[in-house]
């Protein structure tokens, strides 16, 4: 007869708290997700997408304003799975329309969900991010998530449904040119997420 089975130990927020500064660390339904930091053309994308929005819609350059963008947040929600434990998500980019949240919190985190939300994949986050942390963006009631590919040159919007989950509104591809929610009021030029 065989011994038990070994208990799987959940991960906590110290487990988090401890990982190395010069990695990306996320908890997930008590799963320890460490990363390193972004590679060239994943930190290009990323810059260059917060330099098409930011000015616009942060600022109000350009366009409407009204918005908080935001780099690599840290994101608390409440784990479901294990009462007073949280998950903790660092999405590549964020936005929080300014009516629901006016001022950015005083903690070092955001326990309020944004707006929209944008992964840019890479081979070794793809999975993550495509199941696990949209699954959390849902649930959450997060309204937009964008997926770039900085590698495919791909952008991907999909639009939360209630009570059903995400629905793939379109695949954008290398230098088109875009109006695609939330951000429509302006032009986005995807030739600028690319390294070239």
């Known amino acids: ?10 991960a906590t927020y110290a487990d988090l708290e401890a990982v190395p500064p010069n990695k990306v660390a996320e908890l997930i339904g008590g799963v320890l997700h460490v990363m390193p ?3 060239p053309r994943h930190a290009n994308a990323s810059s260059g997408l917060i330099g098409e929005v930011r000015g616009p819609f942060q600022g ?3 366009g409407p304003g009204g918005w908080w963008i ?3 947040p840290e994101l608390h929600f409440p784990d479901p799975a294990a009462p007073g434990e949280v ?3 660092v999405p590549d980019v964020a936005g929080w329309r300014r009516e629901r949240m006016p001022e950015l919190p005083e903690t070092a985190y955001f326990s309020l969900s944004p707006d929209w939300v944008c992964e840019v994949l890479s081979p070794s986050t793809e999975k ?4 696990d942390k949209m699954l959390i963006y ?6 937009t998530a ?18 059903r989950g995400w629905a793939a509104v379109g695949t954008h591809r290398g230098a088109a040119r875009v109006r695609v929610a939330p951000f429509q009021a302006i032009e986005l030029d995807l030739s600028v997420l690319w390294a070239t």
């Open 87 to 89: 998950d903790v998500l």
């Open 128 to 131: 993550v991010d495509r199941n």
């Open 1 to 10: 007869m065989g011994q038990p089975a070994e208990k799987q130990h959940r």
């Open 146 to 163: 964008w997926l770039v590919d900085p590698i495919e040159r791909t952008l991907e919007v999909y639009s939360l449904v209630p009570h």
């Open 37 to 39: 930091r972004p590679a």
């Open 70 to 72: 935001l780099n690599e």
């Open 138 to 143: 849902a649930r959450e009631g997060v309204q």
């Open 60 to 62: 109000g350059r350009g």
